[in-house]
C-alpha cells in the first residue's frame, strides 16, 4: 500500500481510496447530472454523502424534498433512500461512499 495518491477527480472517474487509506471510505468522485436528469441512491450497506459543488437541483425522499444549490451537502445514512435530480442548469457534486462496519448489503 502506498503512502500518498494525488488524483485529479475533474477528469470524471471515481477514486477508490482503499489504495491509500484504510478507514471506512470506500469510493470518492465528482459526478454530474445533465438538466433534468435523475439518479437513485440507496444507502444499502453503505452511506454516502455529498456536496455540491455547482449547478441546482432536489433531493427527494418518501418524507422530504428539498432544494440543492452549490454549497449544499446531503448525508444518506444506512437504510435510507434518495432520488437526486438535477435543476434547468444540471448538477454537480462530490460523493464518497463509506462502509458501515458490521454491515454488508442488505
Known sequence: MTSTAITALRRGRAVDPGQVLTGPL??????WL????????????????????AG???????EADVPLAEGTAVT???????VLTAGESGLEYFHAVLAVPGEGPR
Open 56 to 62: 441546482a437541483g432536489r433531493a427527494s425522499t418518501d
Open 26 to 31: 470506500r469510493g470518492v468522485g465528482l459526478s
Open 76 to 82: 444518506l445514512p444506512l437504510g435510507a433512500e434518495l
Open 34 to 53: 445533465d438538466p433534468q436528469q435523475s439518479i437513485e441512491l440507496t444507502a444499502d450497506g453503505v452511506e454516502h454523502t455529498l456536496y455540491v459543488t
